[in-house]
């Protein structure tokens, strides 16, 4: 049974990066669902995709986020990663990782970053 | 990249069937058949339900189905219970020149 946790800061400020790390349990990342992905929901907000990663590296973002987002995988470490620069007040939100490109199962239980001086 | 339109509420009394809608255009949900649907309690992180528009992961209850008509794609659950009050969010494929995914705004289901 595959499972994901999602580690990092939970306050990050203005115009800093945001990193986050999903570590994937139960199997390989390279093996398992393939892509990997990370969703975003703000207070009280929808679900927004930020972008996905194929294991081998293949990267995939949201439109409106691309200029600012990296994901990147370690297949050693069994993780993966994002980053989002130049925060601001509207990046505050739960982060969530999944595996899946374009549908997500299984989920992390999310972690919430607030964007904050 | 727009988000796929879905009512903002919807209720039904126990027993009762509800259906939730999800319109997007011609590039996403009528173009693919990569539609999946989430379902989120209160603090908890979204579970899948429908995948491919009509597929159901294993240890979801028959009671939940999807379609697809058009640009619109659709989520039925029948047979309601309390326990399916939640958040439903649709979400799909939209990746014409490249690859891109939009949800939906999402539905709060009201179980009466």
Redesign the interface.
Known sequence: QLQLQESGPGLVKPSETLSLTCTVSGGSISSSSYYWGWIRQPPGKGLEWIGSIYYSGSTYYNPSLKSRVTISVDTSKNQFSLKLSSVTAADTAVYYCAGGGDEFDPWGQGTLVTVSS | ?S?LTQPASVSGSPGQSITISCTGTSSDVGSYN?V?W?QQHPGK????MI??GSKR?SGVSNRFSGSKSGNTASLTISGLQAEDEADY?C???A?SS?????????TKLTVL
């Open positions: 990249q988000a990569l999946s989430y992180a979204p579970k899948l995948y491919e992961p969010y979400c799909s494929y990746g490249t690859f891109d995914v939009v949800f939906g705004g999402g």
